[in-house]
């Protein structure tokens, strides 16, 4: 790849991209993301009661698991998105997002958010809803904060004129269903309902976080870079439009399938059961769109890294998509409800699929926006090797981990038999975690040393300077 290829898709007007602000979006969400890493470290080590940190009450397991999860999902996913958006909204809408200060405002303002919801976990200050906890005093301002982004990014597109590309469709709804779903989850079990009915309320809110905040953005991105990256145009247009459509009216009705066998009644829990299965068909169209239009192209998967990091993620896809047509049956959950399998569910969904689709961006993006090319492409290729094959060890050593768990609980044997039963399969998970661990270090290595031959380096250009 020569460096004037990797310039060819610039639009003739530079200035629309604020390029400099996608970089600090794609670092910050690198930093949170091993933040995130290891905070899952000390929770997977005081499983395997090896916990370093034993008594000290600001590194307790507890509280740097929600950061665990908070971090991956408004430090990691959330960072990684906004620099998306910059990059993908104004070259598909020719125009600038609404304004650029607001921009810089929002970046800084995004990270006081996630810094200030891990300073609150830490002293104790948790919000009692799972994935929203985020203490009180912070959500009027993520709310705040969610409702600018809309505004900055929504305002260049409802300027078209005429139809829409695809991907412009899930980015539009994920702005408003995402200011609506934070409201929804933050707000409403904390002041307005309770006991069952804000359990349905947390159900459909950690639900949605998923469903209507990560997949329209992943899919909108999808949409985008597939087509440039293998130069033909998506599979299937309709197809892509019956995702969008079925997305929106079936993902809002399933929260519930998270609390099956609770107290909440049983026909709303049919309801998100019956829900559920819509969404595997949905789900579906833009996993056969990527497969229909990988067709004929298959080498890319060999010569192209971004492409090969889009596929795994598809493929850990239909996983958890088959995952989720076993999960939501009222027989298998009686067998793996709060065991390890959901958890091994958890990873592959959000570092699996979304995870591994937004690294491959990067991959893509980064030579592009550092004006050169990765300065080792075999770092690269670590990179990619290492988090794809971590992961997927951690995931099927976590299912397993869940039905032996099951099978336990089902025999009536102690709890503690099933704790033991756990012991080597969350060894392993510390090792799977090292080799993703390992491969984000390799990453940072290559982009460190990409950024030192990169024009944009002053100190770079500073040396080029010299006299031989
Ligand atoms: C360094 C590697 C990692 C290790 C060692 C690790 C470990 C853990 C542990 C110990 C838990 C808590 C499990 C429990 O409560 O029984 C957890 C939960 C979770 N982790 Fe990780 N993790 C790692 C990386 C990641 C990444 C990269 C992501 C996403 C991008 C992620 C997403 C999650 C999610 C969503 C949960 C919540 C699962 C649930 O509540 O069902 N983890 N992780």
Redesign the pocket.
Known sequence: MTNESLTRDVPPNRALIEERLVVWYFLASIAY?FI??LG??L??FQ?IRHNPFNGIELLSPGRW?MI??NA?AYG??ANAFLGNLHWIVPRLTLRPVFSRTLSYLIFAAWQLVVLSTAGGILMGEAQGLEWGETPVWIDPVAQLGLGLVAVNFMAPILKIKGPMYVTLWYFLAAFVWTFLTYAMGNFVPQYFVCGTSAGAVGGLFIHDLVGLFVTPLGWGSMYFFVPILLRKPIWSHGMSMVGFWGLAFFYPLQGIHHFLYTPIPMFLQYGAIVSTIAVEMVVLTVIVNFFGTLKGSSRALATNLPIRWFFTGMVFYAITCAQCALQTTLTFQALIHFS?W??GH??LV??GVF?QWLLGVMTYLFPRLLKTEWASPKLCEWHFWLSSVGLFT?ALDLTLAGLFQGWSWAALQPWDASVEISQPFWIV??FA?IA??AGQVLFCVNLWKTWQQSPLNKASLKSEALPA
């Open positions: 993301l995130s890493m899952g470290f929770m997977a499983l698991r665990h999860t991956i990691f996913l390890d959901v958890v958890a990873h959000m570092f995870g951690m998970r510390i975690g993703m661990f």
